[in-house]
């Protein structure tokens, strides 16, 4: 089935640890996003792709890094995590123009 | 700075009744709107857009929203809520052309009492 898949699904980590979430799209889908998501504030940018090879920063890069090896791969990186980055992260990608945006299932991240 | 406002967090209403959820975005641009829902533990799911043409866009499950440029609104309304129409719904605006990704509300929370 063509879609988003991000893995893992949910993952506890220390304060200070590297963590990637890892996300694949099947749908050659030019441009890929990381949101994370957090109670009353709805969904926040964190780092784009408009197309392989090429990264953004979002409303809230600090903290998180990205790379666009390839089409269909979008990771995110925590080099060194802090509690203030236990949300809910979501990948999502888009074609071109004012396609909408699909999203995979997310990753629940909490960090101790 | 773009901004998108959701002005309620919680909306309650009783099962067939009318419901409104309000979105309001900033911008002096062209702009392209969507409502998202999302059900609980699960990603989101596009409800609806507007990109160009008629002002008023529905979707297959009886939603329905309006664009208004003059009060740069985006409202979603469905006539006769379901139960299984409890859920978060996100507005999200395109403004910035070079950058393809959406600026979202903060959710409103719909929640359908029997």
């Known amino acids: 089935i063509a879609g988003i898949t991000q893995a893992p699904t949910s993952q506890i980590l220390a304060a200070g640890r590297r963590m990637t979430l890892r996300c694949t799209q099947d749908?050659?889908?030019?441009?890929m996003y990381w949101y994370r998501q957090d109670l009353g504030l709805g969904l926040r940018l964190i780092h784009y792709?408009?197309?392989?090879?090429?990264?953004g920063k979002g409303e809230v890069p600090d903290g998180y890094s990205v790379s666009r090896a390839n089409t269909d791969d979008f990771p995110l990186t925590l080099a060194s995590a802090v509690p203030s980055q236990t949300s809910v992260y979501f990948c999502?990608?888009?074609?071109?123009?004012?396609?909408?945006?699909?999203f995979g299932n997310g990753t629940r991240l909490t960090v101790t | 700075a773009q901004s998108v406002t959701q002005l309620d967090s919680q909306v309650p209403v009783f099962e067939e009744a009318p419901v409104e959820l309000r979105c309001n975005y900033s911008?002096?641009?062209?702009?392209?709107l969507f409502w998202y829902v999302q059900y609980p533990n699960q990603g989101l799911q596009l409800l609806l857009k507007?990109?160009?043409?008629?002002?008023l866009v529905e979707s297959i499950n009886g939603f329905e929203a309006e664009f208004n440029k003059s009060q740069t609104s985006f409202h979603l309304r469905k006539p006769s809520v379901h139960i299984s129409d409890t859920a978060e719904y996100f507005c999200?605006?395109?403004?910035?052309?070079?950058?393809?990704?959406?600026?979202f509300g903060s959710g409103t929370r719909l929640q359908v009492q029997p």
């Open positions: 999502a990608s888009s074609t071109a123009g004012g396609s909408p945006l699909h």
């Open positions: 749908m050659r889908h030019n441009a």
């Open positions: 792709s408009n197309t392989a090879g090429t990264t």
């Open positions: 911008s002096s641009v062209s702009v392209y």
């Open positions: 507007y990109l160009s043409g008629s002002t």
């Open positions: 999200a605006v395109r403004m910035d052309m070079g950058r393809r990704a959406l600026t």
